[in-house]
Nanobody, 121 residues
């Protein structure tokens, strides 16, 4: 079992930056790819970013490419999502997930409870 806890969300104005953190505990953190997903009210869950077990590989959803950066610190058992140039369309609950490399969500076995990000215009 892996427990994931997100933090760092909040209410911000458009154009600013925010960094989300995901703290993991349980089975060895370095054995899992880590992903970030988001879900806005009334919308389906959306893939945001994924990072490989060693951090050497990353991939982003089209809507965040060039603005968001995923990273991880295996020694601290944490994953991060640096979000720059935030837009109102980025408003959503953000979830981190642990599992295999992928983009659909089905590849991830463990999910956090989410952290709310609200971007005002």
């Amino acid at each position: 079992q892996v427990q994931l806890v997100e933090s760092g969300g909040g209410l911000v104005q458009a154009g600013v930056s925010l960094r989300l953190s995901c703290a993991a505990s349980g089975r060895p953190f370095s054995t899992y790819a880590m992903g970030w997903f988001r879900q806005a009210p009334g919308k389906e869950r959306e893939f945001v970013a994924v990072i490989s077990q060693d951090g050497g590989g990353t991939y982003y959803g089209d809507s965040v490419k060039g603005r968001f950066t995923i990273s991880r610190d295996n020694a601290k058992e944490k994953a991060y999502l640096q979000m720059n140039s935030l837009e109102p369309e980025d408003t959503a609950v953000y979830y981190c997930a642990a599992g295999r490399w992928g983009f659909s969500g089905r590849e991830f076995d463990y999910w956090g409870r989410g952290t709310q990000v609200t971007v005002s215009s």
